[in-house]
C-alpha cells in the first residue's frame, strides 16, 4: 500500500512565525487532503489538493503529484494553529490513507 | 457541510465488555467510514459502510471485533468488541460529500479500556 510520511513530526513556533509542512507518498494518487486536529481532538479538513496551489486565508498548500508531495504552508501562525496536522492520500476508491502527522505548538 | 454527531463523547469501560458507538448525519450520505486513532498516532480505515450491506473491512480488522451496522442512510453504529487496554484509542465516523468528496469527520469517541 501507499506510505504517507509527513516532516517535520514536531514543531515549535513563536507566534506570528512562517512555517512549511511536508508530506510524501509513495505512489501516485487521485486525491490528496490537508486535515488539522484540534487539541480536543476534532478533525477539519483545510485543503482538498490534488494538484497544483490553494490559499484560505493564512493557509495554503501545493501538491506536486508528478513528484509525490505536498506542502502546507502556514502564514502569521496564532495559538490557535496548535494542534496536529494530516495530510491524506486516496488509494483507489474512497480509502484514504493518513500521514505520520506534524504535531504544532504556537507559543504566545 | 455535514453535521456529524457521535454518541457516547467518551467512555471509560472494563476488559471483555462491549461498547457500541453510534454515529448520526444530518443528511443521507451513501458511503460511512469508521476510523480507529491510536494514542498519539495517525488515523487507521476500519472499515466503509455502505447501507442495505455488509461492511468492507480493511486488512488487521475483523467482523467479529467490530461489527458494524448501516440501517440506514442518515445512522451507523460500530460496536468495540471483547475489550482489552489495546483498544484505548478515540473512534471517529466519517463521510465524503460534495463534488470533491471533501471528507468529514464527527467528534469522535475517546474510549478508555482498564
Known amino acids: 500500500g501507499i506510505q504517507v510520511e509527513q516532516s517535520p513530526p514536531d514543531l515549535i513556533l513563536q507566534e506570528g512565525a512562517n512555517s512549511t509542512l511536508r508530506c510524501n507518498f509513495s505512489?501516485?494518487?487521485?486525491?490528496l487532503q490537508w486535515f488539522h486536529q484540534n487539541p480536543w481532538g476534532q478533525l477539519i479538513n483545510l485543503f482538498y489538493?490534488?494538484?497544483g496551489t490553494k490559499q484560505n486565508g493564512r493557509l495554503s498548500a501545493t501538491t506536486v503529484a508528478t513528484e509525490r508531495y505536498s506542502l502546507l504552508y502556514i502564514s502569521s501562525s496564532q495559538t490557535t494553529d496548535s494542534g496536529v496536522y494530516f495530510c491524506?492520500?486516496?488509494?483507489?476508491?474512497?480509502?484514504?490513507?493518513f500521514g505520520t502527522g506534524t504535531r504544532l505548538k504556537v507559543l504566545a | 457541510s455535514a453535521v456529524i454527531s457521535q454518541k457516547p463523547s467518551r467512555d471509560i469501560c472494563q476488559r471483555g465488555t462491549s461498547l457500541t458507538i453510534q454515529c448520526q448525519v444530518d443528511s443521507q450520505v451513501t458511503m460511512m467510514f469508521w476510523y480507529r486513532q491510536q494514542p498519539g498516532q495517525s488515523l487507521t480505515l476500519i472499515a466503509t459502510a455502505n447501507q442495505g450491506s455488509e461492511a468492507t473491512y480493511e486488512s488487521g480488522f475483523v467482523i467479529d471485533k467490530f461489527p458494524i451496522s448501516r440501517p440506514n442512510l442518515t445512522f451507523s453504529t460500530l460496536t468495540v468488541s471483547n475489550m482489552s487496554p489495546e483498544d484505548s484509542s478515540i473512534y471517529l465516523c466519517?463521510?465524503?460529500?460534495?463534488?470533491?468528496?471533501?471528507?468529514?469527520f464527527g467528534p469522535g469517541t475517546r474510549l478508555t479500556v482498564l
Open positions: 466519517s463521510l465524503q460529500q460534495g463534488a470533491l468528496d471533501t471528507q468529514y
Open positions: 489538493i490534488p494538484s
Open positions: 491524506a492520500v486516496e488509494e483507489g476508491t474512497y480509502k484514504y490513507i
Open positions: 505512489d501516485s494518487v487521485n486525491n
